[in-house]
């Protein structure tokens, strides 16, 4: 699959929480339908406009995006359909080579997030028991310089 990445802005932040939400349904079944909803407004109204968000579009729809910060992934994510394809793997790669990006933080309980940080050379460096908003979701720190 050929994949052009683009700057994403407001104006697809309706279409980026779609994908938000179909990705953290099929990845994050630790967060209950409560969590979900309480995050969805979070992310779409606060979070996307504090990253530099890039977006990959497949027939002009956007199928997976990354949000960074100056040194960190701060998210990635994929529409489930089209996961396996390599839209996040690219988009990690992005990240490291165009951005110089070097840290992840991922949910520990997303074990399919934390081996594929780990396949594409990221190491586990610090354990916070926590999320930052203080809820009982462990993070993993993780980084390519270790």
């Not at 994949?3 to 104006?11: I, P, Q, S, W, Y």
């Not at 100056?70 to 359909?81: A, N, Q, T």
């Not at 940080?117 to 586990?124: A, C, D, Q, S």
């Not at 908003?133 to 310089?145: D, V």
Request: proline content about 5%; glycine content about 6%.
């Amino acid at each position: 699959m050929n994949f052009a990445l683009n700057k994403a802005g407001e104006g697809d932040y309706d279409e980026l929480i779609e994908v938000w939400e179909a990705s953290v349904r099929a990845t994050h079944d630790f967060l209950t339908e409560k969590d979900i909803q309480e995050l969805k407004p979070l992310v779409h109204n606060e979070y996307f406009s504090v990253v530099e968000l890039f977006c990959t579009r497949k027939n002009d729809i956007i199928v997976g995006f990354v949000g960074l910060s100056p040194d960190k992934i701060e998210m990635l994510f994929v529409r489930p359909e089209v996961r396996g394809q390599g839209i996040g793997k690219k988009l990690v790669e992005f990240a490291v080579d165009e951005k110089k990006i070097t840290k992840v933080d991922v949910n520990e309980q997303n074990p399919q997030a934390v081996g594929f940080y780990e396949h594409l050379g990221f190491r586990v460096i610090k354990r916070n028991p926590t999320d930052s908003q203080g809820r009982p979701f462990p993070i993993l720190e993780m980084s390519r310089n270790f």
